[in-house]
């Protein structure tokens, strides 16, 4: 029994070191391709995680469907690569192969199958060489789809419009690789088309997102004069409910606070002074109902001084000063007891 064990633990140790040089070779090789020699594996050692037949039969099919791409012939390309990567999925041969396919696919236009197929590469071969290459392109189909561009069925059916599937893949590259370049700007292009398609909740959480997970990205300014511009744009006037209102002059304040020299300080200006005069208006708005329609003065002075506190040096202010002048004099008519009038005296004639 014990000759057995010693045996089974020797056979697993020299195992064991095979994998290692397998797997460190894997990490180490590099497959390059030239017009002169066409593809060849660089870095590799003795052992490369195939058979010799093996390796010969996928480096040809490799070569074949290099050849088949260069002289445009896509199709043909496409089922070589798809096949290599199939056949040898643990070969150094099948990321690359993957990834050729996918290219050759996207120049068709056949965007969804192309992002499938980059994320297959990137989620299954997370060390490839290619992953911030495959995330631009991921990037660039997502945009294609964004700005409403069709794809093609087959590379030649012209498809549908599908704005919707952009922001999935925007989605997805923030998920992929959200310390890369390309997640803030995802994000950006997710609110971006959100409003194109009117739905402004969903843009100021994309927003949201990006200013709280990237501060220090370039493109936070934009992001908060994005978030304070889109939060401005729900307000419908000084008659209906002011959250919005009150979030918008938030985030321009904010704005001016953090990005004081910023090209846009000027436009952040004027959408902050329109965002409180809005504001200032609706208190004034209230005040006016409760001293015209209920002779509620008390109220009414809460309101019209509420709107002076938002806006102070405003036109808005100005207006709701001399409402108080109106409510005190109101006030001061209705506490004067009136004075009765003397009635006439009747006169009484004798007939």
Do not use: C
């Amino acid at each position: 029994m014990s000759n057995l064990l010693a045996r089974a633990l020797s056979r697993f140790t020299i195992l064991s070191f095979a994998l290692a040089i397998l797997t460190g070779t894997a990490l180490h090789a590099e497959l390059v391709w030239t017009p002169a020699t066409g593809w060849k594996v660089e870095g590799e050692s003795v052992l490369t995680g195939m058979l010799p037949e093996e390796g010969r039969n996928a480096l040809d099919s490799m070569n074949k469907a290099r050849a088949d791409e260069e002289k445009g012939n896509h199709s043909s390309a496409m089922k070589r690569y798809e096949s290599v990567a199939k056949k040898y999925p643990n070969s150094i041969y099948a990321p690359e192969a993957l990834y050729r396919a996918a290219r050759v696919r996207l120049e068709r236009r056949q965007y969804t199958k192309a992002f499938d197929a980059f994320q297959n590469v990137v989620s299954r071969y997370p060390n490839s060489p290619h992953f911030n290459a495959i995330i631009s392109e991921q990037y660039r189909i997502a945009n294609a789809y964004a700005d409403g561009k069709r794809p093609r069925y087959f590379g030649l059916i012209p498809g549908f419009k599908n704005r919707a599937k952009g922001i999935e893949y925007f989605e997805k590259i923030v998920s992929t690789a959200p310390y890369s370049d390309y997640a803030p700007l995802s994000l950006m292009n997710i609110a971006r088309t959100h409003q194109k398609l009117d739905q402004p909740d969903e843009a100021i959480d994309a927003l949201d997102r990006m200013i709280n997970n990237y501060q220090k990205s370039l493109l936070a300014p934009d992001a908060y004069y994005k978030l304070a511009e889109t939060h401005a744009s729900l307000v419908d006037g000084p008659y209906y409910d002011q959250a919005s209102t009150r979030q918008a002059i938030t985030y321009f304040e904010d704005f001016l606070i953090l990005f004081p020299t910023d090209s846009n300080v000027p436009s952040v200006d004027k959408g902050l002074t329109d965002s409180r005069t809005v504001f200032a208006q609706s208190k004034i708005k209230i005040g006016d109902f409760y001293f015209y329609k209920r002779d509620n003065y008390k109220a009414a002075r809460v309101f019209y001084n509420e709107a002076i506190t938002s806006f102070p040096d405003s036109e808005s202010a100005a207006e709701a000063r001399k409402r108080l002048s109106e409510v005190d004099a109101a006030e001061n008519k209705a506490q004067t007891p009136e004075v009765p009038r003397p009635k006439p005296k009747r006169s009484f004639w004798l007939f």
